[in-house]
């Protein structure tokens, strides 16, 4: 039997390009065995261009997937969250699995486990705020969207849980295909006017649709505000990949943030030293900081 062959895919444009270079220094220093890591950059900055060049990074141009009216631009970041629908396409054939990653990520360890998954592989986003969810606060009142989730067999996705995070997820070949691909295009188009977080709402609905169960093992994905949540009891010392999923650690909001359980400048620090370093690794940092002793991880399967 043939070598799985896996790759790690990134996008980014200029203005997240320091939380990409922090990602890929992480990623050399934790995870040196990666597999290839493929990046599509979307601007035109020369620096980000001689960045490119001289880490020999792979760059690639899948088509871009339109973008789409349906959704209210005031809940879109940035057109480019559309570009990771590319990824259920042929493009990729060469590789059996694809881990993406969102560039404000730092990776602590290896991902060996996870980018090898059998299944589609995502964690779920995990967040008690009854705004946080798939749809736009006040939907659930709308008739005309309980009545499209009843001819797709949906139930309406209310729970705390009910949403994936969308920063990482594995993608195996076998949904990379156009039956997959359309039906990505068919539910964005579908309930555009009521999705809150635009690509994150689309693959969570993709994932309901299709059964895909939400992994609870937060040491793949810890995403910031997981931190203060006293019932998952996370620890720094286990995690693999940090996710700077809400307020970003160069921001003065991250250090006022209240739900970092008190590790708003430690974060802060670690990310500055992946984020300055070096490609060659000088300064970069160590899989620090601790938390404090005597934490541990409860994980849920």
Same mark, same amino acid.
Request: net charge neutral; proline share 8%; aromatic share 12%.
């Given at each position: @039997?043939?070598?799985?062959?896996?790759?790690?895919?990134?996008?980014?444009?200029?203005?997240? !390009?320091?939380? !990409?270079?922090?990602?890929?220094?992480?990623?050399?220093?934790?995870?040196?065995?990666?597999?290839?890591?493929? *990046?599509?950059?979307?601007?035109?900055?020369?620096?980000?261009?001689? !960045?490119?060049?001289?880490?020999?990074?792979?760059?690639?141009?899948?088509?871009? #997937?339109?973008?789409?009216?349906?959704?209210?631009?005031?809940?879109?970041?940035?057109?480019?969250v559309f570009d990771r629908f590319s990824l259920w396409t042929d493009y990729f054939d060469d590789y059996d699995n694809l881990l993406h990653l969102d560039v404000d990520t730092l990776v602590l360890g290896s991902l060996d486990e996870i980018i090898s998954s059998p299944g589609f592989f995502i964690i779920a986003n995990h967040e008690? &705020?009854?705004?946080?969810?798939?749809? *736009?606060?006040?939907?659930?009142?709308?008739?005309?969207?309980?009545?499209?989730?009843?001819?797709?067999?949906?139930?309406? #996705?209310? /729970?705390? /849980?009910? @949403?994936?995070?969308?920063? *990482?997820? *594995?993608?195996?070949?076998?949904?990379?295909?156009?039956?997959?691909?359309?039906?990505?295009?068919?539910?964005? @188009?579908?309930?555009? #006017?009521?999705?809150?977080?635009?690509?994150?709402?689309?693959?969570?609905? &993709?994932?309901?649709?299709?059964?895909?169960?939400?992994?609870?093992?937060?040491? !793949?994905?810890?995403?910031?505000?997981?931190?203060?949540?006293?019932?998952?009891?996370?620890?720094?010392?286990?995690?693999?990949?940090?996710?700077?999923?809400?307020?970003?650690?160069?921001?003065?909001?991250?250090?006022? &943030?209240?739900?970092?359980?008190?590790?708003?400048?430690?974060?802060?620090?670690?990310?500055?030293?992946?984020?300055?370093?070096?490609?060659?690794?000088?300064?970069?940092? +160590?899989?620090?900081? $601790?938390?404090?002793?005597?934490?541990?991880? $409860?994980?849920? +399967?």
């Open positions: @039997m043939a070598t799985p062959r896996h790759a790690i895919v990134s996008f980014f444009n200029d203005r997240y !390009f320091d939380y !990409f270079r922090a990602c890929y220094h992480s990623l050399k220093r934790n995870y040196p065995a990666h597999p290839p890591l493929l *990046v599509a950059y979307d601007g035109h900055s020369p620096d980000v261009e001689a !960045f490119l060049d001289r880490t020999g990074i792979t760059r690639i141009s899948p088509d871009r #997937p339109p973008r789409h009216d349906a959704i209210d631009p005031n809940r879109i970041k940035s057109p480019i008690p &705020w009854p705004t946080t969810r798939v749809f *736009v606060e006040g939907a659930s009142e709308d008739a005309d969207l309980h009545a499209l989730l009843r001819e797709d067999g949906l139930d309406y #996705p209310h /729970d705390m /849980d009910d @949403m994936a995070n969308a920063g *990482v997820f *594995v993608l195996p070949r076998r949904f990379r295909n156009s039956e997959e691909h359309a039906l990505i295009e068919r539910l964005t @188009m579908r309930y555009g #006017p009521y999705l809150a977080y635009a690509d994150q709402s689309v693959i969570s609905l &993709w994932c309901l649709l299709r059964g895909i169960p939400y992994s609870r093992d937060y040491r !793949f994905n810890c995403q910031t505000p997981l931190l203060g949540d006293e019932s998952l009891r996370l620890d720094l010392d286990e995690v693999r990949l940090l996710h700077f999923s809400n307020h970003k650690p160069d921001t003065e909001a991250f250090l006022k &943030w209240k739900r970092l359980n008190g590790l708003n400048e430690k974060l802060r620090t670690m990310y500055r030293s992946y984020r300055y370093a070096d490609e060659h690794g000088s300064n970069a940092a +160590q899989p620090e900081p $601790k938390a404090s002793p005597g934490r541990c991880l $409860k994980i849920v +399967q």
